[in-house]
């Protein structure tokens, strides 16, 4: 074998064995030994003979490494026939080494090719996945397209999807070759024996952000999985837990949205059922507003009409805010509508509401109650306060009173035991204030200060309407540093005008 044919060996060798053939060959066909031995290395430097043709003493054998680029991938141990040959022993063992070091870089390009095309492959599987599940609105139509892709893609015939639904909630989403009787020990089970020995299954989390979103659970006996497939297997459980992510978002918006929608609809029914504060009652001018820290309030105030002309002054605060306290306000004002109807004294309405409060809510509900009757003559009046903000009168010469004598707040217990109330005579340019503690809280430092101030600015002449006087103190409490309106605020003003 000349050169040039072993070149040629060279380059259509495919395996490093058949390299190491080639150096054989050729020595021995040229004579340039006697014997010799092929020896490679392997991954941990370890060498190996691949090829030997050893007739002489091993003593007399010389070593030439086999390198390419100054790594040496292995050597040749042999037996020269002449000392002059070992130029040409060298030059042979260097193509062996080039021929062996290509080979190498086009079996590792060609795997770098097989892994490229795979996860290509993968890649596809995924965004076709995704294309799939990105339409889907609800969690189990997500589910059933993950499973569908499982037995596609891996041939998996027995698998569910069980979603978390909180701590310690979990749902079948979807499923196929499980029992009934398994998919309910495995919801019973799952999370204390997740990844361990749950009935011989492989659980791999529906993860995404650190947040799972449920489980993956495949038949362990079913097929052997290799590390590509848990690796896809949790691909889709991740695509799964985002998409199961965004379909909780969505449910979670449709259900504020619909939520907003009733509480819209709610505030419109609560203003509906404040008094029209423009109406005009025969030797009085009234003015009064309310605005509710959320979308709806928990404050009540009213202005009813006994049916010899009398009136009765209401103002109330339930025990918290939204839809539970203004359903109590609203039950709170049917109630008095009806006793006023019936022309019952104010320790009667005050006794009623009491007993309505005790039995129709929970034991942490309350209402804070204050009302004020007034004859047909405008000529005297009777407040009766429960627990609530000291209501005001102003009379014509300038002095305040506060009325505070009444009872405890009401719903607290199923009789009033003790209820007192103050009288006063009225006459032409008395004031009657009423607020609610989102004005100004009467328990805090400056007490009702602020509200009397603002009384005290109104004469004869002038009287600032309810909503003035409410927005001022308001301003100037939000002016304060960190303050900020976080209650429901009320404010009716009633003067003797005849």
């Given amino acids: 074998m000349d050169l040039s044919l072993a070149l040629h060996a060279f380059a259509n060798a495919s395996s490093e064995y058949e390299v190491c053939e080639v150096i054989a060959t050729y020595i021995l066909e040229t004579n340039l030994a006697s014997s010799l031995a092929v020896y490679l290395f392997d991954s941990h430097e370890h060498s190996h003979c691949v090829i030997e043709s050893m007739r002489h003493s091993e003593k007399d054998a010389i070593m030439i490494p086999i390198s390419c680029y100054g790594r040496q991938l292995g050597y040749i141990q042999c037996i020269p026939i002449s000392s002059e040959h070992q130029t040409e022993l060298h030059n042979i063992a260097q193509l062996g080494g080039f021929a062996i070091n290509a080979l190498k870089q086009t079996l590792e390009a060609d795997l770098k090719s097989r892994r490229l095309g795979k996860a290509s492959l993968l890649l596809d599987t995924m965004l076709e996945m995704l294309s799939d599940i990105i339409l889907q609105k609800d969690r189990f139509s997500i589910a059933r397209i993950a499973g569908q892709f499982l037995m596609g893609q891996l041939r998996i015939g027995t698998y569910a999807l069980i979603g978390k639904i909180d701590v310690r909630s979990y749902e079948i989403l979807s499923s196929n070759g499980f029992t009934k009787e398994e998919l309910a020990s495995f919801v019973a089970s799952i999370e204390d024996d997740k990844n361990r020995s749950l009935l011989n299954v492989t659980v791999i989390p529906m993860e995404h952000g650190h947040v799972e979103r449920g489980y993956i659970v495949l038949d362990a006996g079913e097929r052997k999985h290799s590390d590509d497939d848990a690796a896809f297997v949790s691909m889709i459980g991740m695509i799964s837990a985002l998409s199961l992510e965004r379909t909780a978002l969505f449910e979670e918006e ?33 003015s009064g507003t309310t605005m509710p820290s959320q979308t ?16 009765l002054l209401i103002m109330a605060d339930v025990s918290g805010k939204g839809i539970t306290a203004a359903m109590i306000m609203t039950m709170v004002k049917s109630l008095c509508t009806l006793l006023v109807k019936q022309a019952l004294h104010p320790k009667d309405i005050v006794q009623s509401i009491n007993e309505l409060v005790h039995e129709q809510t929970n034991s942490n509900t309350f209402i804070t109650f204050a009302c004020i009757y007034i004859n047909a003559d405008r000529t005297y009046m009777t407040c009766i306060n429960a627990g609530h903000e000291f209501p005001l009168l102003k009379k014509h010469n300038g002095k305040i009173f506060e009325l505070d004598k009444g009872c405890m707040v009401l719903g607290v217990v199923r009789n009033i035991a003790s209820l007192t109330y103050s009288e006063y005579p009225l006459e032409h340019g008395d004031l009657i204030c009423m607020y609610t503690d989102g004005v100004c809280d009467s328990s805090l430092e400056q007490g009702n200060q602020p509200i009397k101030k603002e009384i005290a600015a109104c004469n004869k002449l002038l009287v600032h309407s309810a909503e003035d006087i409410v927005k001022s103190i308001i301003n100037k409490k939000e002016g304060q540093k960190g303050a900020r309106m976080n209650d429901d605020a009320s404010l009716l003003l009633l003067r003797i005008s005849s």
């Fill in 254 to 286: 449709t259900r504020l949205m619909a939520l907003n929608k009733d509480l819209s609809l709610a505030a419109e029914i609560q203003s509906q059922l404040m008094p029209n504060f423009n109406e005009q009652i025969i030797g009085c001018e009234v």
């Fill in 296 to 311: 709806i309030g928990g404050d009540y105030v009213d202005i009813l009409q006994y049916p010899d002309g009398s009136l």
